[in-house]
């Protein structure tokens, strides 16, 4: 996958715990945790706003592109 899920490394930026986190944003521990370790094909705005809003932060300070490498 070329999108890289960094929202572990922001939470220990901002010192929040993933308890403290998924009651703030709203959302199950269980689907926040998904996210945390990049286990999701998608992440629904609403979902990423929220968690924006809580960490104070930019999406680009949680998600990150990597170009894939092809071989040749």
């Not at 901002?14 to 959302?27: A, Q, T, Y």
């Not at 996210?35 to 929220?50: D, E, H, P, Q, W």
């Amino acid at each position: 996958m070329a999108i890289i899920l960094r929202l572990d490394r922001m939470m220990a930026d901002r010192k929040i715990s993933l308890n403290e986190l998924s009651e703030k944003v709203g959302i199950a521990n269980v689907n926040l945790s998904k996210i945390k370790t990049g286990k999701v094909s998608a992440i629904r705005f609403s979902t990423l706003n929220a968690i924006c809003d809580v960490l104070d932060c930019q999406p680009g300070d949680i998600l990150e592109f990597q170009r894939d490498e092809k071989e040749e």
